[in-house]
Nanobody, 119 residues
Framework: QVHVVASGGGLVQAGGSLRLSCAAS????????MGWFRQAPGKERDFVAA????????DYADSAKGRFTISRDIAGSTAYLQMNSLKLEDTAVYYC????????????WGQGTQVTISS
């Protein structure tokens, strides 16, 4: 059975940094895709970043470009989201997801981790 678990959220001041982790068990996704999404209160879930394929190609939402970096371990079992220069509007529940193929749907979703940015 495959599980995807997000961790690393917390409370940080604006301008600070956090690193989120997405740990997959049951299989690896080195040739697939692992991604991060976020959902702020009262808003829809939005794409943040993804890393896909054996080459590790990365994609970012405009809001994440230049501030966030997605990476993964060689095995493709854990993905990370390094978030720098955090802003108040980054406050959300962050979800990780994993897909079996680089461009297909995400097949597995984690439970979410809360990120709260304070002024």
């Amino acid at each position: 059975q495959v599980h995807v678990v997000a961790s690393g959220g917390g409370l940080v001041q604006a301008g600070g940094s956090l690193r989120l982790s997405c740990a997959a068990s049951g299989r690896t996704f080195s040739s697939g895709r692992m991604g991060w999404f976020r959902q702020a209160p009262g808003k829809e879930r939005d794409f943040v970043a993804a890393i896909r394929g054996s080459a590790g190609i990365t994609d970012y939402a405009d809001s994440a470009k230049g501030r966030f970096t997605i990476s993964r371990d060689i095995a493709g079992s854990t993905a990370y989201l390094q978030m720098n220069s955090l802003k108040l509007e980054d406050t959300a529940v962050y979800y990780c997801a994993a897909g079996l193929t680089p461009f297909g749907p995400y097949d597995y979703w984690g439970q979410g981790t809360q990120v709260t940015i304070s002024s």
